[in-house]
């Protein structure tokens, strides 16, 4: 485990499971001991070493502070990425009053290793930004998804926003967070749904369905060049409609189609 003396600079990030309160003492024991290995699993996949971070557990809460070494971009990228698959499959082997919801925070700055803890704004900013309600919001909103997560303006930026993940803009919503004394931007993804619709109310998301379903660049499409480029090799295909997806485990593809090309086309 990594020892340092007076403030260094890490990266701070703290996890919370939804609902653990309404959970009978069996399902919070289960939590106990499922949320920790469910992290420690997601940072095998990620190659992070979680030997060296500094856990302080709280029953269904996680606060994990570990000296900035250059693998922030991972743990913004992988980490979530194996988290959010490990959660899919503890879930998917549970009825759904039993899954596991995680909230996600990520921040990073000067942190000391105190007497009681962990000292420094970092681990106040960390800790408002798990309480945010946008990460409660989006839970609500997405009522399938098992993970949503918020980073910190400055670590969104020397991340994501710097080139360093697979990860883009749009895979972020920016939101205000504002709770007692902290005030400040953040990022908020919720991993397998697009941001534009999170926090919105379920009539504005049907709406936009709606206009995806008569979208005029999909209609306007030649259904005779789709025709003709079907059986000549060779032809260019230009998909009017485009879908990325990135996956952490095995995906079984039988009756789908993967095409390779070049989104700027």
Same mark, same amino acid.
């Given at each position: 485990?990594?020892?340092?003396?007076?403030f260094? &600079?890490?990266?701070? !990030?703290?996890?919370?499971?939804? #609902?653990?309160?309404?959970?009978?003492?069996r399902?919070?024991?289960?939590i106990?001991?499922? !949320?920790?290995?469910?992290? $420690?699993? @997601?940072?095998v #996949?990620?190659?992070?070493?979680?030997?060296?971070?500094?856990?302080?557990?709280?029953?269904?809460?996680? +606060?994990?502070?570990? &000296?900035?070494? #250059?693998?922030e971009?991972?743990?913004?990228?992988?980490?979530?990425?194996?988290?959010?698959w490990?959660?899919r499959?503890?879930n998917?082997?549970? =009825?759904?009053?039993?899954?596991m919801?995680l909230r996600?925070?990520?921040d990073h700055? &000067? =942190?000391?290793?105190?007497?009681?803890?962990?000292a420094?704004?970092?681990?106040?900013a960390?800790s408002? +930004?798990?309480? $945010?309600?946008?990460?409660y919001?989006a !839970?609500?909103?997405?009522?399938?998804?098992? *993970?949503?997560?918020?980073l910190?303006d400055h /670590?969104?930026? $020397?991340?994501?926003g710097?080139?360093?993940?697979t +990860?883009t803009?749009?895979d972020?919503r920016?939101v205000?967070?504002?709770?007692?004394e902290?005030?400040?931007?953040?990022? *908020?993804? =919720?991993p397998?749904y697009?941001q534009?619709?999170?926090?919105r109310s379920?009539?504005s998301?049907?709406?936009?369905?709606?206009?995806?379903a008569?979208?005029?660049?999909?209609?306007?499409?030649?259904p005779?060049?789709?025709?003709?480029g @079907? #059986?000549?090799?060779?032809?260019?295909?230009?998909?009017?409609?485009?879908n990325?997806?990135?996956?952490?485990? &095995?995906?079984? +593809?039988?009756?789908? /189609?993967?095409?390779?090309?070049?989104s700027?086309?």
């Amino acid at each position: 485990m990594a020892v340092w003396s007076g403030f260094h &600079p890490c990266t701070a !990030l703290a996890a919370d499971v939804g #609902g653990y309160g309404r959970s009978d003492d069996r399902r919070q024991s289960e939590i106990h001991h499922d !949320l920790p290995r469910l992290m $420690s699993r @997601a940072a095998v #996949g990620a190659g992070l070493d979680r030997s060296q971070w500094h856990i302080q557990p709280k029953g269904d809460e996680e +606060l994990a502070v570990y &000296p900035m070494d #250059g693998s922030e971009p991972r743990l913004v990228d992988d980490f979530v990425r194996h988290l959010a698959w490990e959660l899919r499959e503890y879930n998917a082997a549970r =009825v759904p009053a039993l899954r596991m919801r995680l909230r996600l925070a990520v921040d990073h700055g &000067p =942190v000391e290793l105190a007497a009681n803890g962990f000292a420094g704004g970092t681990v106040v900013a960390v800790s408002r +930004l798990l309480g $945010s309600e946008h990460l409660y919001e989006a !839970l609500r909103v997405h009522e399938r998804a098992d *993970l949503a997560v918020l980073l910190s303006d400055h /670590v969104y930026r $020397s991340t994501v926003g710097s080139g360093h993940t697979t +990860l883009t803009a749009a895979d972020f919503r920016e939101v205000d967070v504002r709770i007692k004394e902290y005030a400040a931007a953040a990022w *908020l993804r =919720v991993p397998g749904y697009e941001q534009a619709s999170a926090g919105r109310s379920p009539e504005s998301r049907e709406q936009d369905t709606d206009t995806d379903a008569a979208d005029p660049d999909t209609d306007a499409a030649d259904p005779e060049e789709n025709r003709k480029g @079907a #059986g000549t090799a060779g032809h260019l295909y230009r998909a009017a409609r485009m879908n990325v997806n990135h996956f952490a485990g &095995p995906v079984d +593809l039988r009756g789908g /189609v993967v095409g390779f090309g070049d989104s700027r086309d």
